[in-house]
Each structure stands twice: as C-alpha cells, then as structure tokens.
C-alpha cells in the first residue's frame, strides 16, 4: 500500500491525477519484482496494483489516495505527509512532482495570484480565520452546493497537497480547508 503511494508521490501525485498503469510501473522501479507474477516474472500483474491502490484508497488503511481505475489516483494529505516521510528512504529515484508541466506550472501561478486575491484570504490575514463565512471559505476552494462527495473532497485536497506548504498561502489553506470539510 505504502509502495503504490510512493509511486504516486514519484509521479507528480501530490497535484493531479496518476493513471493506474504509470503507478504499476513505477512501483514495479521501486520495488522490482515485488508486483509481478510468478509465472512470468517480467510482466507487472496489474491485478495486484489495483488491489493495493484500492486499499490506499480506503479509510480504514489510512486513506492515503483518492481516485479510481478511470480517473486515475491522487495523494490525499494522509499519502502526501506518507510519501514526504518515507522518500529519504529512497534517494536514488526521481520525483516526477518536481518537475511540473508548462501546463501545471501555469496553473499553480494562476491558482496563488486567484487565491491570493479572495475575500476570505484577506480576511483571514488580517481578521483571522475564524472570520471568514462559509460561503467566503467555500468560494476560496471554488466550491458550490453542487460540489458534494468525492468531487468536493478532491478540489479540497488539490489545494492543500499544492499550497499547504507555502509560506504565505499554507496557514490559511489549511484553516480553511478544515472549514469546508466540516460543511
């Protein structure tokens, strides 16, 4: 469970989301031979990594991933503090995550100046977040009425992996996300 996680962290998990067979792959580097069948020792049994990815998934075992087969998987704040602790353990692979698409690095500058710039972020730099609404709070996250479930959950836990840690932002996205998750 801890290994398909890893992988996902590997392969720039933290922010969007990772298809199954990339995952098999990489845990495949990670751990060689460990995910393959016994028969034929160089083929990955895709079986097992979903069965592990289903578990990571669920919140008995720590709920360390969100997504599925279709959508492919993503860290939750559970994975990602998973991840960050065990990757000294594993010096000699590369991280995907730190090197972010043109398309991803556009939308983390876009999504802080966004962020950045809503009520609830000055209110809650200046007032404290205690004073910021729901309705502010759920508009920081682009959150709705209709957003509910595992739809809400992911766009919460984009902004936290992705922002959590900022200096300026990480405090308040924090807070807030705690908020919107009570709602």
Same mark, same amino acid.
């Given at each position: 469970? +801890? ?73 939750? +704040? ?56 729901? +309705?502010?709070? +759920? ?45």
């Amino acid at each position: 469970m +801890e290994i398909v996680a890893l992988a996902v962290y590997f392969l720039g998990g933290e922010s969007h989301y990772v298809h199954t067979e990339d995952v098999a792959v990489k845990a495949n580097e990670i751990t060689p031979g460990r995910f393959t069948w016994a028969k034929y020792p160089n083929q990955i049994n895709i079986h097992t990594i979903m069965t592990h990815l289903w578990d990571a998934k669920s919140s008995r075992k720590g709920g360390l991933l969100i997504g599925s087969e279709k959508e492919g998987w993503m860290l939750t +704040e559970n994975g990602l503090e998973l991840a960050r602790g065990r990757v000294n353990a594993l010096k000699g692979l590369k991280s995907a995550s730190k090197k972010l698409t043109a398309g991803d690095q556009q939308w983390k500058r876009g999504e802080r100046i966004r962020l950045l710039n809503t009520d609830a972020f000055r209110k809650a730099a200046t007032e404290g977040a205690e004073t910021v609404t729901c +309705e502010e709070a +759920e508009a920081f996250f682009r959150l709705n009425d209709y957003v509910i479930g595992d739809a809400r959950e992911r766009k919460i836990t984009r902004i936290v992996n992705v922002f959590g840690d900022d200096p300026d932002l990480g405090p308040v996205v924090n807070m807030l996300a705690g908020k919107v998750r009570g709602r």
